[in-house]
């Protein structure tokens, strides 16, 4: 049988069969297959007792001045961060006017060459018309003859490396 932490799609069942989540009818299917499975025993009965610990914590309680120290220690930290602050007040104006003026004037720089573009003229498109070159059967044999002698020459020359021996 596999349990949800072999199909990975329902293990939110046993982490909520552990809290105590489960109405009645799928908590006794869940103790049915957990009693069945060790796998899932295990991982229950760790979740358990992570809840039951849980369950049993008691968090400290607050001082009566917690409050005034939470307080002054934030003051500290805004009077440390103020030198940068001051260093950035400059920048921060400057980036807040820069940003909306450069994206105008890139808003009218767009639109100013959209709307006063130059008009397209069609161009005629021109006639082309294929030249074929009258060729002598003469000379159209001495190209191939040519040919033939340049690829027997390339047949007895070898590369420089294929003379070397392999090692």
Not at 10 to 25: H, I, Q, R, T, V
Not at 51 to 62: G, I, K, N, Y
Not at 68 to 86: D, G, H, K, N, P
Request: charged share 15%.
């Amino acid at each position: 049988m596999n349990g949800p932490l072999q199909t990975g799609g329902n293990a939110e069942y046993l982490l909520d069969y552990a809290a105590g989540k489960l109405n009645a009818e799928l908590r006794m299917q869940m103790e049915q297959h957990i009693n069945q499975c060790p796998a899932c025993r295990e991982f229950a009965g760790g979740q358990e007792s992570v809840w039951q610990t849980l369950d049993s914590w008691e968090p400290a309680a607050v001082s009566m001045d917690f409050d005034r120290r939470l307080y002054q220690r934030i003051e500290q930290q805004q009077q440390q961060m103020s030198w940068w602050a001051t260093l950035a007040q400059p920048l921060n104006s400057l980036f807040r006017h820069a940003v909306p003026i450069s994206a105008a004037a890139g808003v009218m720089l767009v639109a100013g060459l959209l709307l006063f573009r130059p008009a397209a003229v069609p161009v005629a498109p021109q006639s082309q018309s294929a030249q074929v070159e009258v060729l002598q059967p003469e000379q159209a044999q001495t190209a191939l003859e040519d040919m033939e002698a340049l690829r027997e020459f390339n047949q007895l020359v070898q590369p420089d490396n294929a003379a070397e021996p392999k090692m």
